[in-house]
């Protein structure tokens, strides 16, 4: 339950901060919301992450898919024993529901937050990012943990 209910409000934010933005913003334009440290910057986003993997949508679909795929079979058993880590998994699936949805409804992704050092990303992006970080630390302590355990 508690991977559905990440996924579900990863996607929900993510469409409804990327709606505020197609509604509000030209393609292009940029507002000033903490000075010297974030920019909201309407950037319609046709190649896959970093830029990479060029503009194929079903490439990058199929991309996005074998990788959820990859990180549920090796995370897999952790979550039928850890409420945290299907949050996070829900986090990265809801987020990339979130970008694959966008490629079929706008032929591209939203992408708006502008750190000005960092390229533009959204909400679906840093639900990924989190989750992936919080599944890496999780592997840490788990791998801590058994070290601890063999050692006593």
């Known amino acids: 339950m508690q991977f559905l209910v990440a996924a579900a409000l990863a996607f ?4 409804y901060t990327k709606h505020l933005v197609v509604a509000s913003f030209a393609p ?14 309407y ?25 959820l795929g990859i990180f549920w079979y090796s995370f897999r058993e952790a979550a039928a024993h850890s409420a945290f880590v299907r ?19 706008y032929g591209f ?5 502008d750190l000005h050092w960092w390229p533009v990303f959204n909400v679906a992006d840093s639900c990924i990012t989190v ?12 791998e801590r943990e058994r ?5 006593a």
């Open 109 to 113: 992704v939203v992408d708006f937050i």
């Open 87 to 105: 949050i996070a998994f829900g986090a990265i699936a809801g987020g990339a529901i979130g970008n694959i949805y966008d490629r079929f409804h």
């Open 28 to 41: 292009g334009e940029s507002k000033l919301v903490v000075p010297h440290a974030l920019y909201w910057t």
């Open 131 to 142: 989750g992936v970080v919080l599944l890496i630390l999780t592997t840490f302590r788990r």
């Open 43 to 67: 950037v319609q986003n046709h190649a896959g992450a970093f830029g990479l993997f060029g503009t194929q949508p079903w490439l990058l679909v199929g991309m996005a898919l074998l990788v």
């Open 147 to 151: 070290t601890a355990t063999r050692g």
């Open 12 to 15: 929900a934010l993510d469409q």
